[in-house]
Structures are given as structure tokens and as C-alpha cells.
């Protein structure tokens, strides 16, 4: 299928029809159709930093559940954590515009790149069906 403005509804319905998705989901549906990993994108860092942003990610789940956390955490460390975030997405942003054209986070995701995109596994994107079916293999990978 070739996608097109219209199609972005559906493809956004089957996205977010899927509670699992989440941000190791991300990275293990971007390594499987980009010809580079997100590891290689990223460059320098990206273990240390994949580790600080999970662990982020598990405070931030605590807080946003209104639970404690076993880090007590102030406010201006929480604040230096936040920064810790923005340079993960500063920095993987500026790769994915050179790699895709799009930086994964402007608010019109689903728009067409003027580059020509040379995905691996494109046969997984060719009927709705096969996305959603997509979208559901990788929830369910560990």
C-alpha cells in the first residue's frame, strides 16, 4: 500500500488502539525496519543513556501513579532529570532527520519526507491489517 494524508487516521487508530506500546516497544520497531538501529543512530552514549532513560521512565511511572520513589528526589534534581530527557531526544531528533526526515517529534508525524525512504520489512506495512499485526508482534516481544 502506498500511504497517503488520508490514511493517517487509520494508521494513527491501530497505534493507539494497542495499550502496549511503549518505549522499548519504540526502539524495537524502529531496528526493525530502519537499516540502522537506534543504538547506531544515536552514536556515543547510547547504552549509558538507553539506562538512564529507562530508569527515568520507571521514576517518572512512580510519580505520575502518585507513589515514592526510593530515590528522593528533589525538586531541582527531578528538574536535572528532565534535562536528561531532552538531550536523549535532542540527539536521537537530529539523526532522524538525516536519516528519515523526520525528527519524531513534530506535531504533524504524518506527513510525507521528501526523502525516499529504503526500509528493511516493508511487506509488514503493506495493508492495514499487516501494521496492526505489526504493531502487535513487537508489544509482545521481550
Not at 494524508?5 to 497505534?15: A, G, M, V
Not at 544515536?42 to 549509558?48: A, I, P, S
Not at 504524518?110 to 495493508?127: A, C, D, G, Q, V
Amino acid at each position: 500500500m502506498n500511504y497517503c494524508n488520508r490514511d493517517s487516521k487509520k494508521l494513527r487508530e491501530i497505534l493507539t488502539n494497542n495499550r502496549q506500546v511503549y518505549f522499548k516497544n519504540f526502539i524495537l520497531g524502529i531496528n526493525e525496519i530502519l537499516n540502522h538501529s537506534i543504538n547506531e543512530l544515536y552514536g556515543e552514549d547510547y547504552n549509558n543513556d538507553l539506562k538512564n532513560i529507562t530508569n527515568l521512565i520507571a521514576i517518572r511511572n512512580k510519580i505520575f501513579h502518585g507513589q515514592v520513589t526510593k530515590f528522593y528526589l528533589t525538586r531541582d534534581e527531578l528538574i536535572a532529570k528532565t534535562n536528561e530527557i531532552k538531550k536523549w531526544c535532542e540527539k536521537l531528533s537530529i539523526t532522524m532527520i538525516n536519516e528519515i526526515g523526520y525528527d519524531g517529534f513534530e506535531r504533524n508525524s504524518y506527513r510525507k519526507s521528501n526523502l525516499i525512504l529504503n526500509l528493511k520489512n516493508i511487506e509488514k506495512f503493506e495493508t492495514y491489517e499487516k501494521y496492526e499485526c505489526f504493531i502487535e508482534n513487537i508489544c509482545e516481544s521481550k
